[in-house]
């Protein structure tokens, strides 16, 4: 399922609904002139680790009710979803926001310009990054302006940093609901097809943004060779599940009991990370453990070997309601009719003030024999004269997709050959 963010906004008793749909690639766009200095983001390292350290709070917030499930977020689209809303905020709601983004000096918000200026360069970096594939960042704005004034600095701002496509539909039509789901299906290649099914009276605006990754593997996996293994579920279950095969040279490392393995998407500086502790019950503490910073860092000493590596095919689709995560790392009075600070973005012409009601998160991820999200690529095997050690992954185990070039994760998620129940 992929990712497609996408804020709605309601007034009282209503609300405002943050989406997001991360397929395998899925949100945000990005085109803007050329108004920041160009490094402002790719230079400033603390701001890297601040995005790391938000990535992780995510992860860990949203896991909790996945503690045994196949699982996957990209943490990238949710924070790029939240400066939008972010750029809309004042007051208590502003601040909260800012503590969960890390956007702090000391105890003062950074000016939206800095916050901008830095996610301009962010999506100018992200966008085109993949050379022979994809990922593209895109955002959108539909509203009905029968319902709400936007505020005139709220839309330049948008449009400035974020490359807003901004449309005014007819919410009380239906084909308003067609307009924004065959946008987004546009924008992620069909990947995620709707995101909305109705519009209530309430809702005077949606906020969309569509992240979508499509990349190979340098080294990828003979479909041939694919075939049936045992896995261990995290219930302890054992099952039967497609499992690519190839053997070649691979960066892995064991660190107590750990694998980590580590494989490189072509024409990128995006890598994919397996990691796969051995008990289990390891898992949900992986994503705050020293390890990770090493991997942000590019510290761990993996090493080149030729080895047998066997990883289940992956397939997963994660729908989940950010309220409860987000309020739990202090965004609280967004959801509050009687104390959100949304001002910023517009004046309700059919009600009170704005707050946000619904939060929601939609991620599409695919990992087979060509690469990430179904890639085509031509792979050769290598030939062997002995049998080098094995490397399986057949228990439960964490996966990031991070660029390693700004240390950066798209998505993080895991794999426990259980699939949640809806």
């Not at 972010?86 to 709601?93: E, V």
């Not at 085109?128 to 709400?148: E, K, Q």
């Not at 997963?316 to 009719?337: E, I, R, V, Y």
Request: with cysteine.
């Amino acid at each position: 399922m992929m990712n497609t963010s996408t804020v709605s906004l309601y007034f009282k008793n209503d609300s405002f609904i943050l989406w997001m749909v991360v397929m395998i690639g899925v949100l945000f766009s990005c085109d803007q002139k050329e108004l920041m200095d160009k490094d402002h983001f790719l230079d400033h390292g603390y701001e890297i680790s601040d995005m790391q350290e938000t990535s992780q709070d995510l992860y860990q917030a949203t896991s909790q009710d996945y503690k045994d499930e196949n699982f996957v977020i990209s943490p990238l689209s949710i924070q790029l979803a939240l400066c939008m809303v972010y750029n809309g905020a004042d007051g208590d709601t502003k601040e909260e926001i800012g503590e969960l983004l890390r956007v702090m000096d000391g105890t003062t918000n950074w000016d939206l310009e800095r916050l901008n200026k830095r996610t301009k360069s962010l999506l100018r970096y992200f966008n085109g990054l993949v050379r022979d594939g994809h990922l593209d960042i895109h955002n959108a704005l539909f509203y009905d302006d029968s319902r709400v004034a936007l505020a005139e600095d709220f839309v330049n701002r948008l449009e400035t940093y974020f490359d807003v496509h901004k449309a005014e539909l007819d919410f009380g039509s239906s084909k308003a609901v067609e307009s924004i789901n065959e946008w987004v299906s546009n924008k992620t290649y069909d990947k995620i097809k709707e995101v909305i099914q109705d519009i209530s009276d309430q809702e005077v605006l949606f906020l969309i943004n569509a992240l979508y990754l499509k990349a190979d593997w340098v080294t990828g996996f003979q479909e041939q060779a694919t075939s049936d293994r045992k896995f261990v579920t995290a219930r302890g279950e054992e099952i039967t599940i497609p499992t690519m095969h190839r053997t070649g040279a691979v960066d892995h490392l064991n660190i107590s009991g750990t694998q980590v393995v580590k494989l490189p998407l072509a024409d990128s500086s995006l890598y994919t990370y397996l990691i796969m502790p051995q008990n289990p019950d390891e898992l949900s503490d992986l994503i705050k453990s020293p390890m990770i910073t090493e991997i942000w860092n590019q510290s761990l000493g993996f090493k080149n070997a030729r080895v047998v590596l066997e990883m289940p095919v992956i397939e997963t689709k994660t729908h989940l309601p950010l309220n409860q995560a987000l309020q739990s790392l202090g965004m609280t009075s967004a959801f509050d009719p009687g104390k959100a600070d949304l001002g910023f973005m517009g004046e309700s012409k059919v009600g009170p003030s704005l707050f946000v009601s619904r939060t929601l998160h939609d991620v599409y991820l695919k990992m087979d024999e060509k690469g990430v999200e179904g890639a085509a690529v031509t792979t050769i095997g290598v030939g062997t004269t002995s049998i080098p050690p094995a490397i399986q992954f057949n228990k439960p185990f964490l996966y990031l997709i991070v660029d390693h070039e700004k240390g950066l994760p798209l998505f993080i998620g895991q794999f426990t050959g259980v699939t949640k129940e809806n």
